[in-house]
């Protein structure tokens, strides 16, 4: 836990969430700044900045509880993002997945998506570095 985390401060009660779920591993809440109705923020208990600083059992069990909020919302479109990083758009060092409800095309989650040809030789050469650091 980090003193100075907001969410580390909610996880502790410290700030009062809408709290969907808890357990040893992970802690979920409506997000007060919702983009469409439903807007869930789940988290690890673990403390850590970037996915690379949580343990993967930890992982585990908020991909789960993601999935459970989804299915309890009856949830047809939905995005979950998780940001990594200040120009990847993460606002708060503390891991965090978004489960962003889709209900039409207005509400939740607008993204772009710029795609660029890529040169096959060099996809090829990325995929045996990639794969040679697994």
Known sequence: MSAACIFCKIIKGDIPSF???????????LDIGPLSKGHSLIIPKHHGAKLHDIPDD????????????AV?????NY???QNNGRIAH???????????????ETEGLGVGWPTKDADKGELAKL????KSKM
């Open 58 to 69: 930890q992982l585990a069990e908020v991909l789960s509880v993601t999935k459970r909020i």
């Open 72 to 76: 309890a919302q009856g949830l047809e």
């Open 19 to 29: 709290k969907i779920f808890e357990s040893d591993k992970t802690f979920a809440f």
């Open 90 to 104: 993460q606002v708060v060092d503390h891991v965090h997945f978004h489960l962003i409800p889709k209900p039409n």
């Open 79 to 81: 995005n979950i993002l």
């Open 127 to 130: 995929l045996e570095e990639i």
